[in-house]
């Protein structure tokens, strides 16, 4: 809420018990998403500032509370321009609920239990901290077909990842469900049918901290 407060919201008294009681671990999906708001890590990709010089049809897949979206608005990005999607309204509810945007957002932002049928409608789909979540691999197999199937000829996937160093055996005692390496993220965008595969390690000091071996993987492929 300070970080959120920053950028010009006020709370009224009282308002952040009365979040403290609304959102919990049991109706919150991934808490950890928490921590992050006010701090959008779209802005700390390799491709942000060359999204503004071109902008186009820009999808995020899997938006949680909506930061990204409002960053890119932020900083310019034509708002009309961009699409969120997720299958969980509760960190979007979250997002509208420390924003007081709900008015601006909602018309944004797609809620369903199941990815439309879209057919190259995006000449960019971004996927801010989604694949780290996903344990189911078919489910995970399905997020990078409906990606590519969602992009124009031409188009980008790019977003970032929790992940382990190629040189890391095992999955890690600690952190989300899918924990990839550099090496497995290649070859599951390259069997997807997505080219052009750019995968860079962002150097954090807080992925230092949860051990050696682990990485926060930037990512683009095009179609």
């Given at each position: ?131 780290h979540v996903i344990r189911d691999e078919q489910e ?36 989300p469900p899918r924990m990839m390496r550099r090496c ?40």
């Amino acid at each position: 809420m300070q970080r959120v407060g920053e950028l010009g919201i006020c709370y009224p008294e009282g308002y952040y018990n009365s979040l403290v009681e609304k959102y919990t671990h049991e109706t919150l999906p991934y808490p950890y998403i928490v921590k992050h708001i006010g701090d959008a890590r779209i802005r700390r990709h390799f491709l942000y500032r060359g999204l503004f010089e071109k902008p186009g049809d820009l999808l995020d897949y899997g938006c949680g509370t909506g930061d990204a979206i409002r960053q890119l608005i932020r900083d310019g990005y034509p708002a009309e321009r961009i699409t969120g999607f997720d299958v969980n309204d509760a960190s979007i509810r979250l997002g509208y609920d420390l924003y007081f945007d709900r008015h601006d957002m909602e018309n944004r932002i797609l809620v369903a239990a199941s990815f439309p049928d879209i057919s190259e409608q995006f000449d960019m789909v971004y996927s801010g901290s989604v694949v780290h979540v996903i344990r189911d691999e078919q489910e995970f197999l399905a997020y990078l077909a409906n990606a590519y199937k969602a992009l124009k000829s031409g188009g980008i996937f790019f977003g970032s990842t929790l992940g382990l160093d190629d040189t890391t055996a095992g999955q890690g005692m600690h952190g989300p469900p899918r924990m990839m390496r550099r090496c497995e993220l290649v070859d599951s965008f390259e069997k997807t049918g997505f080219c052009d595969i750019r995968i860079i390690s962002e150097d954090l000091p807080e992925i230092g901290r949860r051990g050696a071996g682990f990485r926060l993987w930037q990512f683009c492929a095009g179609k």
